[in-house]
């Protein structure tokens, strides 16, 4: 292991002490059971060896046989409250630690999700969701082996190592000077298995994480993938990398096979070493060598278990690195500390030479200069790539602009929390997200606390309260995972219920959200976005020349610039891109324009 791991690893244990810290007092309560554990466990070969060196050999019956049984009586006695006191330091020990462990691991977990919440767009575009999933769930469990059984039983079983050793040493201590010859071998040995190990345990990280990311898009995408035939090459990609992650545990497995093979070797050489030691040195004492013997097997015992511990530390080591890289991951910026808070916008919107990238040197949006007056209906149209969606995200405040500013009723937007700032915001999508959970529920996410009649209000307003009568529980009809069980444009019209609820000054529509139903239910939705578009600002990213044509303002994007801006009638006298953009839609042409 190089410096740098090493180095490494001890940043992460030190984030994890971090965690483990409130719960110090019962950590000193375990190491006491622990120290009390070992001690127990250590001294059970001392009376063995008092047992046979005073009561069991030739030399003992001189005491008389009355005198010898009662002497092996009280040992026995002392062996039995020996191995009680065992078993009861080792079960409490066991239980507390697994306590503080589950206690550390709720902990934990609560931060890495309240972390993931706080994570810049940019940062969880990047990161992926299937990712994110791994370092919230797989990670985090492998962190629980980590606690549990890594550190607190690496501990417990070095300790009973160093026991056993100080004992070996008060017992003869040229027998014990023999016995340490083996342990250099031994350790050698031993790091040059686990140096390999943790290499294969990080690659295993690797594998599976892009496993985990690759399943996530497959079954999000299973629908996209079956209508564009591209199961059986998305088969093979599974394949392939479900074979990486075969290969790199088979990597795994293999060092660790060396382990036991390792210790059952040593220990036998350690057997012979103490025999012969023992014929040289210390040939009458019988009790010394079998008291030696239990001491080897309380040594290699340890060993055993470290082997198993040690591939749990590797890979809890390994999940730790990308957990805490995680957690140190930047936020996004703070809020001011003194934020302006308006009870009521009027809507009043201005782009000041916005200029904005998601990479360096790839601008998305260059000079952005526009002004939307309160309760103007705004068409946003342009080719896919023109930057329509960034200019709704950086209105949300998704991202903020690299250069000018932009401003609501004259505040600039970064004036304001973020969550105060979306209060006065509602996002219409073309496809929007249902959660788990009733229809009330869903209606009531932008407004918690929203009594059912308010509820159901908003749902009359927007054409939604029909079909939600139908269902088997009315408003409290589970929808299940993403509202499976509506149809696109029953989702629209929940989604339309919601915004309705939440009552924003300003509205932003992502896509037309009649671009994919029936024209039945077109003329619902349409209604629906009516009633909800009535009064407010509202911004449209629009397809439609039916759409387009009536907006009181319209705004040209080509390559992140402004080209063009008016009315309709206005762009069409003067003859330009947006001319030629109508002319194609007329023709029922595609366009990349």
């Known amino acids: 292991m190089t410096e740098a791991s090493q180095i490494r690893d001890r940043h992460y244990l030190r984030c994890l002490w971090a965690f483990a810290k409130p719960y110090r007092r019962w950590l000193g309560a375990g190491l006491v059971l622990l120290i009390l554990q070992v001690i127990s466990t250590n001294a059970f070969p001392l009376i063995v060896k008092r047992a046979i060196d005073a009561f069991l050999l030739s030399d003992a019956e001189s005491l008389g046989e009355q005198a010898r049984l009662q002497g092996l009586r009280e040992l026995c006695m002392w062996l039995f409250a020996l191995a009680g006191g065992m078993f009861v330091f080792r079960v409490s020990h066991a239980y507390l630690m697994t306590w503080v462990g589950q206690q550390v691991l709720r902990d934990l977990r609560v931060t890495v999700f309240r972390k993931v919440l706080s994570l810049p767009m940019h940062r969880i575009d990047q990161l992926q969701v299937g990712r994110l999933m791994t370092r919230a769930t797989s990670d985090l469990d492998a962190l629980q082996e980590l606690i549990r059984n890594g550190l607190i039983g690496l501990l417990a079983n070095l300790l009973l190592l160093v026991g056993a050793m100080v004992f070996i040493w008060i017992l003869e201590w040229r027998l014990a000077l023999a016995l340490y010859g083996v342990f250099p071998i031994l350790g050698g040995l031993l790091y040059w298995v686990t140096r390999n190990s943790r290499k294969a345990q990080r690659s295993t990280r690797t594998a599976v994480s892009a496993l985990n990311s690759s399943t996530q898009e497959t079954l999000s995408g299973l629908f996209t993938l079956r209508v564009f035939n591209q199961r059986e090459p998305m088969r093979e990609r599974l394949h392939s990398q479900s074979d990486a992650v075969r290969a790199a545990r088979a990597t795994v497995a293999d060092w660790s096979t060396w382990h036991f093979p390792i210790l059952e070797i040593t220990r036998a050489l350690a057997t012979v070493v103490l025999v012969l030691s023992c014929g040289i040195w210390a040939p009458e004492q019988v009790g010394s060598l079998v008291a030696f013997l239990y001491y080897i097997r309380y040594f290699f015992r340890p060993l055993e278990e470290l082997a198993e511990q040690s591939q749990q530390l590797q890979g809890g080591l390994a999940s730790a690195e990308r957990v805490f890289d995680l ?179 300003v509205l932003l529509m992502l896509d037309e959200a009649t671009a994919s139903v029936d024209s039945e239910t077109e003329q619902m939705i349409q209604r629906g976005l009516d009633e909800v578009r009535h009064g407010r600002t509202c911004l449209a990213i629009a397809h439609r020349l039916s759409t387009i044509q009536h907006a009181d303002l319209i705004l040209v994007l080509r390559h992140g610039r402004l080209l063009e801006q008016g009315t309709h009638a206005q762009l069409l006298q003067s003859d330009g891109y947006y001319r030629s953009l109508v002319e194609a839609m007329r023709m029922g042409l595609q366009t990349s324009i």
């Open 327 to 505: 957690l140190d991951e930047e936020d996004v910026s703070p809020d001011p500390e003194h934020p302006v808070i308006l009870s009521h916008v009027k809507g009043d919107i201005r782009f000041r030479d916005v200029e904005f990238a998601y990479e360096v040197d790839n601008p998305v949006l260059r000079k952005m200069d526009f002004h939307i007056q309160p309760g103007q209906f705004v068409a946003v149209v342009g080719a896919t790539g023109a930057g329509k969606s960034t200019l709704f995200s950086l209105l949300c405040r998704f991202y903020d602009p690299q250069q000018g500013a932009i401003e609501l009723d004259g505040v600039k937007l970064q004036d304001f929390t973020r969550e105060d700032l979306r209060r006065h915001l509602g996002l219409v999508q073309q496809d929007p997200m249902l959660f788990s959970g009733t229809v009330a529920d869903n209606i009531g996410l932008g407004r918690p606390g929203a009594d059912p009649i308010a509820i159901e209000r908003a749902a009359r307003r927007v054409n939604a309260h029909g079909f939600i009568e139908k269902l088997a529980d009315g408003y409290q009809t589970d929808l299940g995972e993403g509202g499976y069980r509506l149809s696109t444009g029953q989702k629209q019209l929940i989604a339309l219920a919601r915004i309705l609820l939440q009552d924003p000054e």
